[in-house]
C-alpha cells in the first residue's frame, strides 16, 4: 500500500529529524499502551509524550480566569472546529473565547522549551480540524490514528526496520513515555471531563457550566449559551461522543468500550510511581498559554 506524499514526508522526516510525538490522550481507543512507545520510536520518533501535562497547564490557567473574573463568562477552545464555526457564523461570541490554547498548542511550546529548537513535533490524535490547527500554530506535523497505522502498515509490508530505540520505564520495567506524566487529565477526551477536571468548587456552580458535543447540537449549545446568562463556561467540542468519536480514529466500537479503555488506562497510570516528581505546575511557569 503506498502512502499518500504527505505521509511520505513524514516518514522521511522520521528518519533524518529529531521528532518528538505529541500523542493526544484519546490513543487508548485505537492503540495497546505501551506497545504504541515503541511502534513510535521504531518508525523513528526520537521522543513521545502525552498531551496530558499541557491539560493540567490549561486546568490550572481556566481556574485562575475563572476565580479572578466572576462576573465573566468564557467558552473553551480546545476544539478547533468549534472556533473556526464561532468566528464565521457566531462573530458576535469571539470575546467569550477564553484566552488559554489548546493542549496539543501548549504541549508543542513546553517541549520545544524544555529540549530546545533542534527538535521538531508530530501531533498524533483522532481530528482532522487538529490539523489546521497546527499548521495555524507552527506544529511542524500532524496526523491521525488511521493515518498512523497507515505508516505502521507500509513499514511492516516493506520490512523498513528502524535503529536500535531506547526508552523511559516505569518502575516494573514498562515502557513508558517521556516525561510530563499527569493523571487525572487523561480523561480529557471523555464528556463532561474537562470541565469535571477542572477544581472550581467555590468558583463556578455546577448549574454554570454546559457541555454540549455532535454536530447536530452545536447551534443549540451556543444559543442557549447566548441566552443564558447564568452558563459561565461553555464546554464544547463538534465530534459526536468527543474525541473518543473523532473522525481519524479506526475504532468501531461501542462508545461506552472506547470510554472505558480511556478509563482503564488512566487507572493503571495512577500505579506509576516514579512520575510522581513529575507533571508540577512550577515547571511550566512563564510559559506562554495564551491563543496568540
Known amino acids: 500500500m503506498p502512502l499518500t506524499p504527505e505521509l511520505q514526508t513524514l ?7 529529531k521528532i518528538i510525538v505529541l500523542l493526544a490522550p484519546s490513543f487508548p481507543v485505537d492503540f495497546h499502551y505501551p506497545e ?8 523513528g520518533a526520537e521522543k513521545v509524550v502525552e498531551l496530558t501535562y499541557a491539560a493540567k497547564l490549561i486546568n490550572m490557567e481556566y481556574e485562575r ?3 479572578e473574573h466572576p462576573d465573566k463568562r468564557y467558552i473553551c ?4 472546529t468549534v472556533v473556526k464555526m464561532i468566528e464565521y457564523k457566531y462573530p458576535e461570541l469571539k470575546e467569550f473565547i477564553i484566552d488559554v490554547s489548546s493542549p496539543m498548542v501548549i504541549m508543542d511550546r513546553f517541549v520545544k522549551k524544555e529540549y530546545g529548537p533542534e527538535y521538531k513535533t508530530l501531533f498524533i490524535g483522532p481530528c482532522f480540524a487538529k490539523k489546521m490547527e497546527a499548521k495555524h500554530y507552527g506544529i511542524d506535523y500532524a496526523i491521525t490514528f488511521k493515518e498512523l497505522q497507515d505508516i505502521f502498515t507500509y513499514n511492516k509490508e516493506n520490512n523498513i526496520i528502524w535503529k536500535e530505540i531506547t526508552y523511559s520505564v516505569t ?10 506524566y499527569n493523571d487525572y487529565t487523561k480523561v480529557y477526551p471523555l ?17 454554570q457550566i454546559l457541555v454540549v458535543d455532535w454536530p447536530k447540537n452545536l447551534d443549540a449549545g451556543f444559543q442557549e449559551f447566548k441566552n443564558n446568562p447564568n452558563v459561565r463556561f461553555l464546554d464544547i467540542l ?5 474525541c473518543i ?5 479506526m475504532s468501531k466500537e461501542p462508545i461506552e468500550e472506547r470510554k472505558q479503555k480511556v478509563l482503564d488506562y488512566k487507572h493503571y497510570c495512577k500505579k506509576d510511581k516514579i512520575w510522581s516528581k513529575l507533571g508540577k505546575f512550577k515547571y511550566g511557569e512563564g510559559l506562554d498559554l495564551t491563543r496568540k
Do not use: Q, R, Y
Open 11 to 17: 516518514v522521511d522526516a522520521l528518519h533524518h529529524e
Open 36 to 43: 504504541i512507545i515503541i511502534n513510535l520510536k521504531m518508525i
Open 65 to 67: 480566569i475563572l476565580k
Open 77 to 80: 477552545p480546545n476544539c478547533p
Open 171 to 180: 518502575e516494573d520495567g514498562t515502557p513508558d513515555f517521556d516525561k510530563f
Open 191 to 207: 464528556a463532561w471531563w474537562v470541565a469535571d477536571s477542572l477544581h472550581i468548587k467555590g468558583i463556578v456552580d455546577a448549574s
Open 238 to 242: 463538534a465530534c459526536e461522543w468527543w
Open 245 to 249: 468519536g473523532g473522525p481519524g480514529m
